[in-house]
């Protein structure tokens, strides 16, 4: 399963995190709306993505604000890659939780 995010192919999006891998890699929290489209909540990037997304700060605000199942998709990359495309999703989204 995969969804494309800013052209970048993206594994997932999956409503468990054991579906994670312990890597390095910009990660993507969403939710399907009722039109069935995804709508971005949050993005970051961490040298170990399922370890970030299970022990994230900013839980409550996806819960918050999502209107369905909350779900986490990633792009496993090295460092320099990670931050930059971090930027560029952050950049081209309006995300409610997350700062710039």
């Known amino acids: ?8 192919e993206f594994e997932g999006p999956f409503t468990s995190t054991d579906s994670l891998k312990n890597i390095s890699g910009v990660y993507v929290i969403h ?25 994230h ?10 209107h369905g199942d909350i779900t986490a998709s990633a792009y496993y990359c090295n460092e ?3 931050i930059k495309l971090e930027k560029i999703i952050r ?7 997350g700062e710039i």
């Open 1 to 8: 399963m995969s969804i494309t995010i800013e052209g970048y």
């Open 91 to 97: 950049n081209s989204s309006n995300l409610p939780c």
């Open 31 to 55: 939710y399907k709306n009722s039109e069935g489209k995804y709508t971005r909540l949050d993005v970051g990037e961490s040298e170990d993505v399922k370890d970030r997304v299970e022990n």
């Open 57 to 66: 700060d900013r839980k409550n605000c996806w819960s918050r604000n999502a």
């Open 80 to 82: 320099n890659e990670r």
